[in-house]
T-cell receptor, first 114, second 113 residues
Framework: DTEVTQTPKHLVMGMTNKKSLKCEQH?????MYWYKQKAKKPPELMFV???????INESVPSRFSPECPNSSLLNLHLHALQPEDSALYLC?????????????FGQGTRLTVV | AQTVTQSQPEMSVQEAETVTLSCTYD???????LFWYKQPPSRQMILVIR??????QNATENRFSVNFQKAAKSFSLKISDSQLGDAAMYFC??????????FGAGTRLTVKP
C-alpha cells in the first residue's frame, strides 16, 4: 500500500462554517505534511508533523488547526476561513523528515470558501 | 535559504520526441537531494525521479533521466519518446537533511499528437 488517502475530494464551505480535512497513510511513515496549492503555483508548506509532534508551522493563520491523532492520521481543522483560502490542500507523508526520503502525496482536497 | 528556479513556465513536445525541462537551485550545502515531481490534471503529485547530490551518476527511470551538474547547480529532466500521458505540470524540488521539500514554480508540459 503506497497510498495517501485524502477526504473529502471537494469541499465548499461558508466563512462561518467549521470543517475538517482528513489524511491517512498505512506505509509506516513517521513524517506527515500539509501543503496549500493555489492554481498554477507550486505547493506551499503549511505544517509538518514528525513522530506525531508538530515540527513546523509556517506562519499559518490560526483559522487552520492541524492535528495528528496517531501515526497514520492527519487532520486539518478549518474555522472562519476567508475566500482567499480557497485552494487545493495536499497531504503528504515520508518515512522520516531527514534525508532523501521522497514524499508521497494524496490527491488533495479542492476547497472553495464562499 | 535554498531556492529552486524553473525558468520555463511552459514547454511543448511532439509525441515520440524528446524534451528537456530545466531546473537550477541555490545552496551552499554539499549534501542534499533533488526530485522531479509530476502533477497531472488528476492533481496528485507523483515522484518521477530522485538524485542524491553525493552521487556523480545521473539518475534514470525508464524514459526519464536527469542531467545533474553539481558545480553549476543545475538539475534538468529529459523525457524521451514523449507520450500523451506525460502531459502535466512538472515541479523540481530540493531537500536537505531535516529541512523540508521546497518546490520550483513548475513547468507545464504539453504533448502534441
Amino acid at each position: 500500500d503506497t497510498e495517501v488517502t485524502q477526504t473529502p475530494k471537494h469541499l465548499v464551505m461558508g466563512m462561518t462554517n467549521k470543517k475538517s480535512l482528513k489524511c491517512e497513510q498505512h506505509m509506516g511513515h513517521r513524517a506527515m505534511y500539509w501543503y496549500k496549492q493555489k492554481a498554477k503555483k507550486p505547493p506551499e508548506l503549511m505544517f509538518v508533523y514528525s513522530y506525531e509532534k508538530l515540527s513546523i508551522n509556517e506562519s499559518v493563520p490560526s483559522r487552520f488547526s492541524p492535528e495528528c491523532p496517531n501515526s497514520s492520521l492527519l487532520n486539518l481543522h478549518l474555522h472562519a476561513l476567508q475566500p482567499e483560502d480557497s485552494a487545493l490542500y495536499l497531504c503528504a507523508s515520508s518515512q522520516r523528515r531527514q534525508g532523501g526520503t521522497e514524499a508521497f502525496f494524496g490527491q488533495g482536497t479542492r476547497l472553495t470558501v464562499v | 535559504a535554498q531556492t529552486v528556479t524553473q525558468s520555463q513556465p511552459e514547454m511543448s513536445v511532439q509525441e515520440a520526441e524528446t524534451v528537456t525541462l530545466s531546473c537550477t537551485y541555490d545552496t551552499s550545502e554539499s549534501d542534499y537531494y533533488l526530485f522531479w515531481y509530476k502533477q497531472p490534471p488528476s492533481r496528485q503529485m507523483i515522484l518521477v525521479i530522485r538524485q542524491e547530490a553525493y552521487k556523480q551518476q545521473n539518475a534514470t527511470e525508464n524514459r526519464f533521466s536527469v542531467n545533474f551538474q553539481k558545480a553549476a547547480k543545475s538539475f534538468s529532466l529529459k523525457i524521451s519518446d514523449s507520450q500523451l500521458g506525460d502531459a502535466a505540470m512538472y515541479f523540481c524540488a530540493y531537500r536537505r537533511g531535516a529541512n523540508d521539500m521546497r518546490f520550483g514554480a513548475g513547468t507545464r508540459l504539453t504533448v502534441k499528437p
